[in-house]
């Protein structure tokens, strides 16, 4: 089944068709964090939305180029430099460390480049050399250089492609040198900003002076650089379709005269609790506070993957504790189809009571890479990304494999297959599985111990020391191919 997607651009669902002739190559490019303070889980979403995009598109065979910007200049970043009497680069290099930490931490794949604005500068300011010289861009008194959105529908171009705007109120040539400014207020707005007392030593020089670029610029700037003039996916959170996006196309289709962005994603927002992240609600959550809290980044992870990336979606602490249980029906299922698929005919006898060897299947050594069971996990995930239907299969396989394994009519063959389809099916989902490696050495050692001592038949001291493993968290689980460690 063909990949469909919502297009903001077209304001409906499309199949996917990558620009690439030969159907292959895609080219994404996602805005990345401004690094100004560190990701909150707000931003995570849309992070973890775009790592569901390509990784889905690679599920589907095409080989991607995901392309993730560092906003590392623009108002809010200069403000907080200012205000902390430090150099750009210190400041921004120690939020930029810590969001690649975060990425890891939810298993976001890194993208494959990570351009930062600060180093394509000299991009930036060709791009604008551009626009200028097509008339579209123009240097006011103020000594900044502004985009024309009255030039640039002159050259037949339409300004408002993703949202619907007002124009009544434009008055031509009014400006807005902020990088943040809502619809209600449509003016050209700033591509190179003339150096203000406030910007400190924040400044490149230009063919307009000294300066600095504006926010929208920068995404236009570095996107065509390393994706081409024209490219498949552009993403980002529903918030960034005006001015951002909106700017971008201007800027970028002004200067090149030919199409920016096939494919327009936007993921809607996270709420907290019912309400909009602030700090004065006490919902406000980074990433590490949510660690701090005792949960794991794969529980965040598949949290932030339940629901539908163009639905609101209300994130809780108790939706955590969801999260939790429903990656241990998983964790459960999984750890048990390794047992079986890891045993011998006479060795999986925890799954196969004796005089009931299950038969066969003779097809599941040649299984196809995605077993029948798991198409409709395929087929959620092609309609428009449905994530939430995608789970909803998964769970049912794993039902069915539950009970195939209850009645032990799973046999060994049967469960590596199960693996791998499982595999690939975490290959787009990414909560992977936790392996008893990931106990702290101190456990593993207690573990070995309580071996020794039941070997040594000192079952007083293996009990000791089972209890103790419970008070820290951990249980053991004593299967046929011997003991186990599991988080309680
Ligand atoms: P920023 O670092 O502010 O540029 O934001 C990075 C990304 O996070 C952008 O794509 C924003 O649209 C997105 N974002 C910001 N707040 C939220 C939120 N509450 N829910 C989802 N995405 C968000
Ligand atoms: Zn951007």
């Not at 626009?131 to 240097?139: D, E, F, P």
């Not at 002159?154 to 031509?172: A, I, V």
């Amino acid at each position: 089944m063909a990949l469909k997607l919502f297009n903001t651009l077209s304001r409906s669902i499309q199949e996917f068709t990558p620009l690439d002739s030969a159907g292959k190559k895609v080219g994404m490019y996602c805005c990345g964090p401004t690094v100004y303070d560190f990701a909150h889980i707000g931003n995570w979403r849309t992070f973890v939305f775009a790592d569901l995009v390509r990784r889905y598109l690679e599920f589907k065979g095409y080989a991607v180029t995901h392309v993730m910007n560092i906003t590392d200049v623009e108002d809010k970043i200069i403000k907080r430099v200012r205000e902390t009497k430090t150099s750009l680069r210190e400041f921004t290099g120690k939020y930029e460390t810590a969001f690649f930490a975060d990425l890891k931490t939810l298993n976001c794949l890194e993208p494959h480049q990570t351009p930062r604005a600060t180093g394509y500068i000299a991009e930036i300011i060709a791009l604008i050399e551009k626009l200028v010289a097509r008339g579209i861009a123009y240097q006011a008194a103020d000594g900044s250089v502004y985009f024309s959105i009255e030039k640039y529908q002159g050259c037949g171009c339409t300004y408002g492609r993703l949202l619907k705007l007002n124009f009544d109120e434009l008055r031509p040539g009014e400006r807005t040198r902020s990088d943040e400014y809502a619809k209600e207020s449509v003016t050209d707005f700033a591509l190179w900003k003339a150096r203000a007392p406030e910007d400190g030593d924040v400044c490149w020089p230009s063919p307009w002076g000294e300066g600095r670029p504006g926010w929208h610029i920068e995404c236009s700037a570095m996107s065509m650089k390393v994706l081409g003039e024209s490219f498949d996916l552009h993403l980002g959170g529903e918030d960034l379709k005006f001015p951002h996006h909106e700017d971008e196309i201007a800027q970028s289709e002004g200067a090149t005269g030919k199409p920016f962005a096939k494919y327009w994603l936007h993921g809607a927002f996270l709420l907290v609790e019912g309400k909009k992240m602030s700090k004065s609600l006490g919902n406000f959550f980074m990433l590490r506070d949510l660690l701090a809290k005792g949960f794991t980044g794969r529980e965040i992870r598949h949290l932030l993957l339940t629901a539908h990336y163009r639905e609101t979606f209300n994130f809780t602490l108790e939706g955590l504790q969801g999260a939790r249980a429903a990656l241990a029906r998983i964790d459960e299922c999984i750890s048990k189809l390794r047992d079986i698929s890891s045993s011998t005919s006479t060795g999986s006898a925890g799954f196969q009571p004796a005089g009931s060897q299950p038969k066969e299947n003779p097809a599941a050594g040649r299984m196809p890479a995605l077993p029948a069971a798991l198409q409709p996990f395929s087929d959620s995930l092609d309609e428009d990304l449905n994530i939430s239907a995608g789970w909803g299969a998964v769970f049912e396989w794993i039902r069915e494999l539950n009970r195939r394994m209850a009645e032990s009519s799973l046999s060994t063959t049967d469960a590596a297959a199960a693996l791998a389809a499982w595999n690939k099916i975490d290959s787009v989902l990414g909560i992977g599985t936790p392996a008893d490696a990931e106990a702290p050495a101190e456990i593993v050692a207690l573990l070995a111990a309580r071996q020794a001592a039941r070997q040594a038949k000192d079952f007083k001291k293996s009990d000791a020391i089972r209890d103790g493993l419970k008070a820290k968290g951990w249980t053991i689980e004593d299967t046929t191919q011997g003991s186990k460690l599991k988080k309680i």
